[in-house]
């Protein structure tokens, strides 16, 4: 069953270009992903230190694969201690 996620990344502002650029250096590796539907992100307009990425997968099992990607390793390095907070929400999609 495909998911969704909502990550909320908090950058802190001296390190929010730092943050964009990883995060946007994500978006075509990620893309080229079996299972992934959609990986777009987004910044807040009241907050433009909240990034918010929309996600979607076909389903768990290409999650998890994302997840264990080096291109996720390399981004949880680079931006590892430049946010203030990650927030990760897992919905199941229902239509």
């Known amino acids: 069953m495909p998911l969704s996620i ?3 990344i908090v950058a802190h502002p001296e ?3 730092t943050v964009t650029q990883a995060l946007t ?3 075509a590796p ?3 992903e ?3 539907q959609q990986y777009d992100l987004h910044v ?7 990034l918010v990425m929309i996600e979607r997968w076909t389903d768990d099992a290409a999650l998890d694969a994302h997840i264990a990607t080096p291109h996720m390793a390399r981004l949880k390095a680079v931006i590892n201690d430049k946010t203030s907070g990650i927030d990760i929400q897992r919905l199941t999609y229902l239509a």
Not at 44 to 50: F, M, V
């Open 44 to 50: 807040d307009q009241a907050d433009p230190n909240r």
């Open 25 to 27: 250096a994500m978006l």
């Open 34 to 36: 079996a299972g992934c």
């Open 15 to 17: 390190h929010r270009e």
């Open 6 to 8: 909502i990550a909320t």
């Open 30 to 32: 990620t893309r080229a």
